[in-house]
């Protein structure tokens, strides 16, 4: 069975499946659903969490198994298995084979600095390359952005490129991809040179140059270059003259057509301070951000970190942390690290306990009092769901279950009382509370998978 054949037989079905269940139960539920292949005479079709697995093979699973054979008689059986998500593999094989990328048989001409102007910083963190970047939908289109910049220096459209976004975002990482992808490359025979520096170092060194009174070599090596980067642009705001010079070298580079690449944590138009002609030049290539991560970008991220180091990290664990630590990655990663490192240290599994015990400071520098509202707005995000729904009057399943997850959580967390709880909700009354409490208990006796996830959601909010 050929691939684009199978590939648009999916599309007829998730189309059937979206005119049958509606919009919002597909986009609860189904939309997560990615087809990975056929094994044997069986279809593959991942989704992210065990959650999800479960709950598309109880509700939708015979339905799914009709659909496929219908569409296809080869096929006799669908397996629905938990894996990463298939759409960011894809998008990142397709850049991939896009340009024809140059493999470094022997990675020290990486390195070596015939490649670069003296003085001038190599990337030196090689853990930071294309492949090592998780992709996902608040950062696909930097990333994408910044593929297109490696396979094709200074192309138009996108020189300048202007990566931003808040700390811990993946700007740094992008970036020193971008000089790893280069420093390999070989466009017309020779090495393309790459100079890569925070802001703060072009300041010292343009500082210094002024000092030393070689302000002249410092300017020729810059506009030596073939690809200049500069990173965390934001530094140089109230540096007049540093920018005058950034500026200068900036437009001998661009006329020369040479690429540059800056990054800073907001957009040109946001950079108070900056002068406006450069904020104009800034804004004149291809200005791309990097938006705050999803909680499926989190758990994609810590199953990419956690799966070369072989320590066997329980999804629990990571959707725990996906879920308490939202605002930078950076952070993320140390919390799993330190779990790896504990784990190797002393050979013992990784736990949840291992998790309160190991990561106490970092999980318990956030405990504070549940909310209503902030029970709301995790099981919203849960179950993605908008939080509008928590007290609208929409009784479809998708909306309504979530919801009533909610009330009964918020019944347990908290000590509101039943028409206090029935306010927040949308005005309801305390008897749905109480109903949509003891369908909730009755579904967790009933259903284990359910029961995990409840219990999953309320750990997350206590701890
Ligand atoms: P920024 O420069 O935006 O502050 P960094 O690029 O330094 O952020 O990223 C912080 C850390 O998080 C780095 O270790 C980086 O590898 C990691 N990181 C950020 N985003 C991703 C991602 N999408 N995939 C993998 N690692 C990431
Ligand atoms: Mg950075």
């Known amino acids: ?149 490696a396979a094709q220096p200074a192309c138009p459209g996108f020189n300048p490129l202007f990566l931003y976004g808040g700390v811990g975002l993946g700007k740094t990482h992008l970036m020193h991809a971008i000089a790893w992808e280069l420093s390999t490359a070989r466009p ?112 994609s991220i810590l199953q990419a970190k956690a799966a070369p180091t072989g320590i066997d990290v329980p999804h629990k664990v990571m959707e725990l942390l996906a879920h308490r630590i939202t605002s930078n990655v950076r952070e993320l990663e140390g919390a799993l690290n330190r779990l790896i490192a504990h784990a190797n240290l002393f050979t013992r599994p990784v736990t949840m306990e291992m998790v309160q015990e190991v990561l106490h400071d970092i999980l318990s520098a956030r405990d504070r009092k549940v909310t209503i509202e902030e029970i709301q707005r995790r099981v919203a995000e849960h179950y993605n769901i908008r939080l509008t729904d928590m007290s609208s009057a929409r009784r479809a399943r998708a909306v309504a279950r979530p919801r009533q997850i909610a009330m009964y959580l918020a019944k347990q967390l908290t000590s509101r009382s039943l028409p206090e709880i029935g306010r927040k909700f949308g005005n309801r009354d305390h008897t749905t509370v109480m109903h949509a409490c003891s369908k909730v208990g009755e579904l967790i006796e009933r259903d284990p998978a359910f029961a995990e996830d409840v219990e999953l959601l309320r750990r997350m909010l206590e701890s």
């Open 188 to 299: 017309n025979g020779r090495p393309v040179s790459v100079a890569y520096m925070s802001a703060e170092t072009f300041m010292y060194k343009f500082i210094t140059a002024i000092r030393s009174q070689s302000t002249m070599e410092f300017k020729e090596q810059l506009r030596s270059v073939d690809v200049l980067m500069v990173d965390d642009l934001q530094f140089l705001i109230g540096k007049d003259n540093t920018q005058e010079e950034f500026f200068h070298t900036f437009n001998a580079l661009v006329e020369a057509g040479k690429q540059i690449v800056v990054s800073a944590d907001k957009s040109p138009s946001d950079l108070s301070g900056l002068e406006d002609r450069l904020r104009t030049r800034l804004n004149c290539g291809m200005v791309a951000d990097l938006h705050a991560t999803t909680y499926e970008l989190r758990i």
């Open 1 to 149: 069975m050929d691939e684009p054949q199978l590939a648009a037989q999916w599309a007829r079905i998730r189309g059937r499946l979206q005119n049958e269940v509606g919009d919002v139960e597909y986009r609860s539920w189904l939309r997560q659903m990615t087809l990975v292949g056929v094994d044997g005479d069986e279809i593959v079709i991942h989704l992210t969490t065990r959650f999800l697995r479960d709950w598309v093979r109880n509700h939708y699973g015979d339905r799914l198994n009709a659909l496929w054979q219908q569409e296809n008689r080869q096929i006799r059986r669908v397996a629905l298995r938990v894996g990463g998500d298939a759409s960011q593999v894809g998008l990142a094989e397709s850049l991939a084979s896009e340009q024809s990328r140059v493999e470094l048989a022997d990675p020290a001409p990486v390195n070596g600095e015939a490649a670069r102007p003296d003085g001038f910083g190599a990337p030196e963190n090689r853990s930071f390359t294309f492949d090592r970047f998780v992709v996902g939908k608040p950062n696909e289109f930097a990333y994408a952005c910044a593929r297109r910049v």
